[in-house]
Each structure stands twice: as C-alpha cells, then as structure tokens.
C-alpha cells in the first residue's frame, strides 16, 4: 500500500483514547485495530488482520526471548521475597539509621542491591524506610521524592540485569527493522545512555535537594500525622515484609550476584567465540542470549539453593508463578505495540515520516521529540507505552534528518521517565504512594516542580548537544 496519511491514524487514535481513559493498554489495542480494519476493510478481515499481526509478533524468536526474560526475571523476583531476601536485606541495611541524612544515605546505597526493576524497590525500601520516619526529621513526602529519583531514573541507566533492559532493546530492535536500518540494537542502547538527560538530571536534582537543600517548616507541618498503628503496621504493607518471613539478606544478594555475574561471563564469551577481543567481545555478542541463559541458569540454581535451605517445593513454585504473572500485563502490552508497529509500517509510516517530516530542522528533531513525548507520557502515565508507540517515529525521525541515532534513541527513552517519574496516574507514583500513606494527587504536585525544572534543563540540552554531534 502506498505511504498516505492513513499511516498516522494508529498513531492519532492511540495517543487521545490513551489520554482520555488515563491507560495505555485500550488506545494500542484500538490503534492495532484500526489499522488492521485500513489494510484489510471487511466485517472479519480486520480481526482476522489483527490477529495476524499478534500471532506473527509473538512466534518472532528474539520477541520469545524478551518475553521468557521478563517473565522469569519477575519470577525470581517473586523466589527471593517469600524466602526473605528483601526483608533480611532491608533489617540489615537499617540497623544504625538515625538521623534524616542517614536514612537518605541507605535510600540511595540501597539501589545497589535493588536496582533490578522499579516495583522490587518500591516493597523493598519503601516498608523499613517508612518505618525509620520515626527515628528521623523527614517527611513522608520528602521520603517518597528520594526513593523515586534513586528507581526510574538510575533503572533505565543501568544496561544489566534489570526488568527494562530487554523491553527497551526490543523496542529500539523494532524502530531498526521498521526503518530497515543494520545496527545492534544492544550497542545502541548503550550508546544511548548518555543522552537519557532527563533520568541524569533528575538524579542530580534529587542529590541537590536531599543533601544541600533546606527544607521549609511550613513543609515539614504541611503533612498530617497518620495514625500509630499505620506507622507500626509497615510488615503487612507488601507481603515482601511481612513478619513471618525469614530475615536473610544473602537470599537477595546471592542471586542478585550470580545473575549480573552470569551476564558478563557468558556475553563475554558469546563475543569471544566470534573472534573479537576483551571490550569488542561485549560489544559484538548476542546480549539477549547471553542475559536469558544467565537467568534461566540464575532461576535454577538459586531454586536449589532455596531447597537446600528447606523451603518448601510449592511455595517456591508458587512465589515463581506469582511473581512471573505481575509481568503479564505488560507481556500483553508489548505483545500488541509489536503488532502495532507491524501495521503502521506496512501502511507506510516510515515511508510517510521520510517524505512529509523533512522541513523540521534537525536541531530542533531531539527536543521536540523529547518534548512531545514527555507531554504524552505525562498523561498516559506509562514510560513502556511511551517508549512502544514513539521510538518508531523517533527513529524515522533520526534517520531522516541525520540526527544522531543514540541521541534520538536517548530522547525517546527520557521521555518516558519523565512520565514515569512525574505523572499521577503512573505505576511509580501510585505504588510509593500507597506504601507511604501518600494522597497521590498531592504527591505528584509536590514532586512536579523538580520534575518540570528537569525538562527544562533536558531541553536545553537536547538543543545544545546536536550543534556538537
């Protein structure tokens, strides 16, 4: 089918229904609709397109792997929680905790050991650092602020062992195929780092904050005390806590350790097999092979380690299946941006963005993508939609002006930490809230002028960098 406007519609349903339903997942799943009811307009053809679409997405080998990945990692997650990984390892870091500056010191030193995805270190921190408000000049507010700058932001810096490193691959692998651009999407991602301004500076911001800047008295009297029993009730807030679980710190930090150690090793080796040296052997291994067979070796090891420490069978089943399902949602997500995708570029999208988007001046492609995606990602509430539905068109973008691709990959990537990060209806700002006692409206007012001075800074930035690339 010839490129024509009919390619952006997907994308112009998606975006308001997300907006207006405050979800991501119903505007994909009518965007991947209607684009299958343009590509083939009869009463079945459109589903049976759709399903098409879906079907061919979810047999593709690499998106097998990411899918095995995620559900696995969120698996051992669950393994390491009921047999008190996080609890023993949250007890022991908290021990000598009494002042403010010390309590955000352990909040930041604790990323070290919970890095892996935002939700673990949400019930990981959140429940012993709410309990330790006691103890120490810090409110609630101010608690939540440090937590979110140290998950989201450090996270999607971090090209290891974490629940987004295979999503965010995937979705940049997505963007190359569409535009038919030979690259390694791993070695992008990489290269990208840098440039993901707005996780950096909000990092910064939040050092600033925590350690130099003073707080009001009128901020410190602004939070209402909660009951007693509420503070004294953290345990029973996520079952990560809970009083009847062991408390054994090395039940976290030894898989934590054998997973990242695993990775290195064996796409170290994958590399080396090719031919290449010591730093090129990382760059040109397969690193999704090498983190799902790190994983699936992780899972099984630390399976029998736990049996070893007499843990019962079904509970470890259990806990796998159990944490392996808090991913289905966002299996299922990205299930339906692959298909997505696959229907926007048959339709011509690349093709259309190539001919119709050239009068943008390739200084300004970065910050305007950066810009645009920040405000979609801010509504919809969702970094992994904002990542599906713009890298696409960031890459069409980048490809067409001859803008750096890690720089528009690092843009795209931004801006949906800035969702993350500041909008009410995200994951992380409803999770911390919850765990805090937090009202969520009021929380995310509180966080949005450090959010918003971070956009600024991220924009300029985006502006400057592409006179130097």
Same mark, same amino acid.
């Given at each position: ?5 009919l ?14 339903t ?16 343009i ?70 030193v ?5 890095f ?6 949400f ?13 120490v ?16 932001? +450090?996270?999607? *810096? %971090?090209?290891?062992?974490?629940? =987004? /490193? ?6 940049? &692998? !997505? ?36 350690f130099?800047?003073?707080?009001s ?10 009951k ?47 031919g ?16 799902v +067979?790190?994983? *699936? %070796?992780?899972?099984?090891?630390? =399976? /029998? ?6 843990? &019962? !069978? ?8 159990f ?25 011509g ?61 690092g ?14 209806l ?5 999770? +911390? ?18 959010? !918003? ?17």
């Amino acid at each position: 089918m010839d490129a024509d406007w009919l390619s952006l519609v997907p994308f112009l349903v998606v975006i308001p229904i997300a907006i207006f339903t405050k979800q991501v997942l119903p505007g994909i799943f009518i965007g991947l609709i209607v684009g299958s009811y343009i590509i083939n307009p009869s009463l079945i053809g459109g589903v049976e397109t759709m399903l098409t679409y879906l079907v061919t997405a979810l047999v593709d080998k690499n998106n097998i792997k990411i899918i095995v990945f995620l559900y696995v990692f969120s698996g051992l997650v669950g393994m390491i929680k009921v047999a008190g990984g996080i609890k023993g390892f949250v007890e022991a870091a908290s021990e000598r905790v009494d002042t403010k500056k010390e309590a955000i010191l352990l909040t930041y030193v604790s990323t070290i050991g919970t890095f892996s995805a935002p939700s673990f270190r949400f019930v990981t921190i959140g429940p012993i650092m709410r309990a330790l408000l006691k103890r120490v000049n810090m409110t609630k507010k101010e608690l939540a602020f440090v937590i979110e700058t140290t998950t989201t932001p +450090i996270i999607v *810096l %971090i090209p290891i062992a974490t629940a =987004f /490193v295979g999503y965010m691959v995937s979705v940049i &692998e !997505l963007g190359l195929h569409n535009q038919k651009i030979e690259g390694d999407p791993y070695s992008l991602f990489i290269q990208s780092i840098p440039f993901n301004f707005f996780a950096i500076v909000i990092f910064l911001v939040g050092l600033y904050l925590s350690f130099f800047h003073r707080s009001s008295d009128g901020d410190q009297k602004q939070e209402s005390p909660k009951k007693e029993e509420e503070d004294d009730d953290w345990h029973n807030c996520d079952p990560a806590v809970s009083l009847d679980l062991p408390s054994k710190p090395f039940n976290l930090l030894i898989p934590l350790f054998l997973v990242i150690a695993l990775t290195l090793v064996l796409t170290w080796w994958d590399g080396h097999q090719k031919g290449f040296g010591l730093f090129k052997a990382f760059i040109k291994a397969n690193v999704l092979d090498a983190m799902v +067979i790190a994983l *699936l %070796i992780t899972t099984f090891l630390t =399976f /029998v380690f736990f049996l070893f420490q007499r843990f &019962e !069978l079904k509970m470890m089943i259990d806990s796998f299946v159990f944490g392996g399902n808090n991913l289905m949602a966002v299996i299922l997500l990205l299930s339906i941006i692959w298909g997505l995708a696959s229907v926007t570029e048959d339709l011509g999208f690349s093709t259309f963005i190539t001919e119709h988007a050239g009068w943008i001046p390739p200084l300004f492609v970065p910050p305007i993508l950066f810009l645009f995606g920040s405000a979609v990602a801010y509504f919809i509430g969702s970094a992994w939609g904002t990542w599906g539905i713009l890298m696409p068109l960031g890459i069409s973008m980048a490809a067409l002006a001859d803008v750096s691709l890690p720089l528009v990959i690092g843009a795209v990537f931004a801006s949906g930490t800035f969702g993350s990060f500041a909008s009410p209806l995200s994951d992380d700002t409803n999770t +911390i809230s919850r765990i805090l006692n937090l009202q969520v409206m009021e929380y995310a007012r509180f966080k949005l002028k450090a959010a !918003l001075i971070a956009v600024g800074i991220s924009s300029i930035l985006y502006g400057a960098i592409t006179f130097v690339l």
